[in-house]
């Protein structure tokens, strides 16, 4: 059973940065194209980024030029590195394959003031 660990949230001003890390247990990490995604209270979850086993990246639309994912094999894990943060990208984040396969992890807050 895959465990997911995300962190690096916290509270940030509008404009600002953060570096999301997501650990992954197991040894089939480096085989699966891994995802970040999020959900805003009263919202569904939506997705974010993805990154192949080759390191082709995918955004969504609403944080393409902002966001960044990236990959370490050799420590099984996934970021998601945030610039000019806007309030409406408060929500909880986590990680998974793309598409979901793993059971969820416990996500990181990420909250945005204005």
Known sequence: Q???VESGG??????GSLRLSCAASGSIFSRNTMGWYRQAPGKQREFV???TSY????????????????RDNAKNTV??????????DTAVYFC???????????????????
């Open 79 to 88: 970021y998601l590195q945030m610039n000019s943060v806007k309030p409406e």
């Open 49 to 51: 980024a993805s990154i």
């Open 96 to 114: 998974n394959t793309f598409p979901t396969r793993w059971a969820w992890g416990q996500g990181t807050q990420v909250t945005v003031s204005s």
């Open 55 to 70: 390191n082709t990246p995918y955004y969504a639309d609403s944080v393409k030029g902002r966001f960044t994912i990236s």
């Open 10 to 15: 916290g509270l940030v001003q509008a404009g």
């Open 2 to 4: 895959v465990q997911l």
